[in-house]
Structure formats: structure tokens, C-alpha cells
């Protein structure tokens, strides 16, 4: 192999450089060298390491080594010293020893979605430990990972919490932490009486539907014939805000290009904003379409005139929710950020978020409107039944 071959490889198995060194590639996509021999006549794989530390042109020097010792009848684990973490403990980070400990325990885990969770959780919300030597993590840096989302996506935030301890446990285990250091992401007892009690109703007025509810919530939703549960739907569909869908007009939309343009002054940021739409979207829209219409006329008007975002409050207080039309972009981001491995700032510009830099915004703009198509039609499809997400 190349360095490039090896770079382009992402199917999952292991993959042969010859003489017994395997490139092995995870279902989760982790990346390691490994040098395969036999013991007595029964097969043997050793580890060298992971691909991101570990070049082509070293792991075939270790290679080599080991066919040697083989060869001598040296036992090949001796040209590499033990080691519980692939870098040099007095330089281990958090997010080192982080992708390292989800790598030892991934196997055991049945769930794709559970392993991207668990890798997604901590790059959007735990990024600030990443490269924190693990050993000076305290109570105060676990404390500025929690706070922001604390009340705001308080299921998000529990999982992270629990996971950042099993983390700092696990490094304390390999000896990595001091054997008498307390736990800084513990709860009870100690970030218990740190953190603000949680209200019953943690998100005011934009509370959010927990993202694994959201499939059951759409079933009940397209039981609805009322013209404002195709306005809710819509709405979540494109992860818009309500007044975007409601002031959506046939002229804003391309049904040949499955494409929404929602113009700057409807828009919060004052910009333009290109939604792709799913299957499932265009299905609405396609289901409201009148034989003849004017470019300014309303989608969603009742009697041609605007309809009221208490519209949809009501139809979800009438369905027994206590959530609000807003707080379904909230779940579509908690859903995105823990269950895909969407990049952060394409989830962002889905949601019509400012992303600062006006040069990256403008590439984004000119590139990502497929890579977003994905993103919707995936999201689409985790909600709605087969037949829903996808109509013929």
C-alpha cells in the first residue's frame, strides 16, 4: 500500500500490507496497525498502534522487527513495550485517551448509534477538554462544559456528564490519574450541589421533544388531516422556524429542484436561506399544490391570509404535548449531533445558524446544499415510516 491507498481506505476489516502487517478498520471507523503471526500453531494479532500516530513507513519498521523475532524464535511482543494508551503518559490528552477507551469498549456495544453518541456528544460539547492534559482535569473544566447546557438540553448534558466520568475513571484505572483523586465528573455529592436544580420545564419557552420520542410523536402527527398538522410537519421536516413556514410562499419553491429559497427578509440572519427539501417534504407540498396559484400566494394560508403560530401551540397542546413548534429545531440538532456523524458546522447552516467567517460561508454555500439533502432525507426517514419518508 500507499500512504494515500492507506488514507482512502474506509471499508471495515482488515486490510494487507504484506508480511503480516494489517491495516484493521472498525465498523465505527477507528483506524489501527496490526501484525499478524502465529503461536503454536494458532494465529496471533498484535497491536502497533493507532493509524492517526502511527505512519505506514514505522509500522512496516515494526513489522519487519517482528518477522525477525519470529524468525529467532523471539516472542514478536518484545519489540514493543506494553502500553496501556497509544501516546506517552506525561502527554496524554483527554481526547486522546478519550477515542482510545470508546475504541476498547466499542466491540461490546450492539448499536451503531451508540457508538457515534458517545464520539459525537463529546466533539460538540466537550471539546474544550480535548486538549487538556488528562491528569489536570478538574471539577472547574468539567463545570465549563456542563453550565451552557445545563438547562437547555438537559438530556444532552446528563449523557456527557456520565460519560466524561467513565472517561477520567478509566484513565485513573490505567494510572493515568492519581489513585486518590476524586472523580471530578462525579454527581452525587459533589456536581450535584454545584449545578441548578432543573424546573420541570427546562426549556422555557422553547421546550424540545427528547430526540428518541420524536418517531412516536410523527406517527401521531400524520393521523392529523387539519391543514396545520401538514403545517407542523412541514415544519420539522425542514428544521425551519415557524414563521419561515408560515410566510413560505409557491414562489419560494422549486418542486422540479426540491429546493426552498427563503428569502433575507424572512429570514432571522437577514440572509438567504436554501433548504433541500425530502421526499416526505415535497410530498406536502405536492398533496397543497392548487391547479392555479400566484407566486406571493401562501402555502399554508387559510382564506389567503397568513395563519398564526398558535396555530400549531394549539394542535400540540390539543396532542398532549407540553413542547413547543420552536423546540422541534432543538431536536433535530440534539438527533444530529448525537446519532450522525454530520459535521457541527453543516447541522449549523441546516439550521440557518451564522457561521462567522464570510469566506467559509459563502464556500458552504456555493458546495454543501447536497450534503445537506442527505442530512434532511436522513432525518426524514429516522421520523416517518418507509412509505412516509420515501413516497412514491
Known amino acids: 500500500m500507499t500512504a494515500r491507498k492507506v488514507a482512502s481506505l474506509k471499508e471495515p476489516g482488515r486490510h494487507a500490507d504484506g508480511g503480516g502487517l494489517y491495516l484493521r478498520i472498525t465498523p465505527s471507523g477507528a483506524r489501527s496497525w496490526v501484525f499478524m503471526t502465529t ?139 492519581p489513585l486518590d483523586a476524586a472523580n471530578p465528573a462525579l454527581w452525587k455529592g459533589h456536581l450535584d450541589v454545584l449545578l441548578p436544580r432543573r424546573p420541570k420545564l427546562t426549556r422555557g419557552h422553547h421546550e424540545a421533544l427528547p430526540w428518541r420520542d420524536a418517531p412516536s410523536f410523527m406517527v401521531q402527527l400524520l393521523k392529523r388531516p387539519a391543514l396545520a398538522a401538514r403545517a407542523l410537519e412541514f415544519t420539522i421536516l425542514t428544521a425551519a422556524r415557524s414563521g419561515e413556514v408560515l410566510g413560505a410562499a409557491w414562489g419560494e419553491i422549486d418542486l422540479d429542484q426540491k429546493l426552498w429559497t427563503v428569502p433575507p427578509t424572512r429570514m432571522k440572519a437577514g440572509a438567504e436561506h436554501v433548504v433541500p427539501l425530502s421526499d416526505a417534504a415535497v410530498a406536502i407540498l405536492n398533496e397543497l399544490k392548487p391547479e392555479d396559484y400566484r407566486p406571493k400566494d401562501l402555502i399554508f394560508a387559510v382564506g389567503g391570509a397568513a395563519r398564526s403560530n398558535m396555530a400549531m401551540a394549539m394542535l400540540l397542546r390539543r396532542m398532549g404535548y407540553r413542547i413547543t413548534t420552536h423546540g422541534m429545531r432543538s431536536t433535530f440538532r440534539d438527533w444530529a449531533g448525537d446519532a450522525t456523524e454530520f459535521p457541527r458546522d453543516l447541522i449549523e447552516q441546516a439550521l440557518a445558524h451564522t457561521i462567522s467567517d464570510k469566506v467559509e460561508r459563502a464556500y458552504r454555500r456555493g458546495t454543501a446544499i447536497e450534503r445537506r439533502r442527505v442530512l434532511m432525507k436522513k432525518w426524514a426517514e429516522y421520523l416517518l415510516p418507509p412509505d412516509q419518508a420515501a413516497p412514491e
Open 39 to 177: 503461536n503454536a500453531g494458532k494465529r496471533a494479532e498484535i497491536g502497533l498502534g493507532a493509524e492517526t500516530s502511527v505512519p505506514l513507513s514505522t509500522a512496516r519498521k515494526l513489522a519487519s522487527d517482528m518477522r525477525e523475532a519470529v524468525a529467532t524464535g523471539i516472542d514478536p511482543r518484545a519489540v514493543i513495550a506494553p502500553k496501556p494508551i497509544e501516546a506517552p503518559p506525561d502527554i496524554v490528552t483527554f481526547g486522546t485517551f478519550a477515542e482510545t477507551y470508546i475504541s476498547s469498549i466499542e466491540e461490546g456495544w450492539r448499536n451503531d448509534v451508540h457508538r457515534q453518541q458517545w464520539r459525537n456528544s463529546l466533539r460538540d460539547h466537550a471539546a474544550s477538554l480535548s486538549n487538556k492534559r488528562i491528569e489536570d482535569i478538574g471539577t472547574e473544566d468539567v463545570l465549563a462544559v456542563l453550565q451552557p447546557i445545563w438547562l437547555t438540553k438537559s438530556e444532552t448534558a446528563s449523557r456527557v456528564r456520565g460519560r466524561i466520568e467513565k472517561i477520567l475513571a478509566a484513565a485513573k484505572a490505567r494510572g493515568l490519574r
